[in-house]
């Protein structure tokens, strides 16, 4: 097990989290207990021990984890003894069919619920000598009919217990759901800019030229420079620099079209595909670099920012990402050579 696994673990099993489900399981649990304790008139060590398993041990397990260096692997052992208890009870309730069906069937399930890998199948053998051991005073007394009355105490933990489990289950889902998303955001978008990163631009790009075709449909690929972008970084700064890229960005952003497929490229390159013709994408990129030359960061009037711009239409008997970038990289580089804060394709 790695420090990460660990770490998982433990935190699932803080002992206050664990605490809740197991006061409610066994508080409930002692309902249809102490009604087949008083329906076969059980003598006081029945009852000493009722009151322990399921009102005294739960706080004890509670302090036991709390308190120890390694919280996961105590409460791993407190659900070990929690089937050892279940599995005495069997054997104390003479063998009384739902009650007993029913702890067991819970206890597993927690062992099951837990996430620990074959828990259930190692907390088996306690079950088996929680069963054996009572005998010593049952002498396997067998009385598995459950009267009406147990089957009321029943309902709490069957219906209560399992809502709050399933509730329990469901928030942790939640949260694995909300951390799986934020992760796949990280591996997809750009942390400064909050566009699509490299890789991820271009597998959204290439399901879009899959589509392309096989329709009518065309495509134009904008590539972006950010002009003198060094100069920026070494006359104010990485951090103004940051600032630079991010007004950048959302201006690029906000300039698209909607299904538009924007992503950083590079340190100082932005890339864009807009389902439309280069007539439109021309139009596209003046406004991005109309609305780029009005930028000023930290309201300082010397930063004077400009963008360079190639464009290329899809070539549909050339269909591949390679040569329609390399044909936008083509014009960007004129764009650069030729002054910059310019915006070249073809003629």
């Known amino acids: 097990m790695n420090a990460e696994q660990t770490s998982s673990k433990h935190k699932t099993f803080m002992p206050t989290v664990v605490y809740k489900f197991r006061i409610l399981g066994m508080g409930l649990g002692g309902l249809p207990v102490a009604v087949v304790l008083l329906e076969n008139n059980s003598p006081y060590p029945y009852w000493f021990w009722w009151l322990f398993t399921c009102y005294i041990w739960p706080y004890l397990a509670f302090l036991r984890a709390k308190k120890s260096k390694s919280p996961f692997i105590s409460e791993r052992n407190n659900l070990l003894f929690d089937s050892f208890i279940a599995g005495t009870w069997v054997s104390l309730l003479h063998f009384n069919l739902l009650p007993a069906v029913l702890l067991l069937t819970i206890t597993t399930a927690d062992k099951i619920s837990s996430g620990i ?24 007394a067998f009385q598995p009919h459950t009267s009406t009355n147990v089957i009321l105490a029943c309902l709490p933990i069957l219906l209560l217990h399992t809502f709050f489990v399933s509730f329990g289950s469901y928030k942790l889902v939640r949260k694995v759901q909300k951390q799986n998303k934020k992760l796949r955001e990280l591996s997809e978008i750009d942390f400064l800019t909050h566009l699509y990163n490299r890789g991820h631009w271009q597998k959204k790009v290439e399901l879009m030229l899959e589509n392309c075709k096989d329709s009518k449909k065309t495509a134009s690929i904008i590539l972006i420079d950010v002009d003198e972008f060094k100069t920026i970084n070494d006359n104010y700064g990485h951090s103004i620099g940051d600032d630079v890229l991010k007004s950048i960005a959302k201006t690029i952003k906000e300039s698209m079209p909607a299904h538009s497929i924007v992503g950083r490229f590079g340190g100082d390159e932005f890339a864009a595909v807009i389902p439309y013709p280069l007539s439109d994408a021309i139009k596209v990129a003046q406004n991005i670099k109309s609305k780029v030359n009005t930028i000023n960061c930290h309201d300082s009037k010397l930063i004077k920012c400009s963008v360079s711009i190639g464009l290329a239409e899809i070539d549909k008997e050339k269909c591949n990402l390679r040569n329609w970038f390399d044909s936008a990289d083509q014009y960007l580089y004129h764009a650069i050579s030729h002054g910059r804060n310019q915006i070249h394709y073809r003629k």
């Open 117 to 140: 890998k074959k828990l259930w199948v190692r907390s088996l053998p306690f079950v088996v000598v929680g069963i054996l051991l009572p005998t010593i005073f049952t002498q396997f």
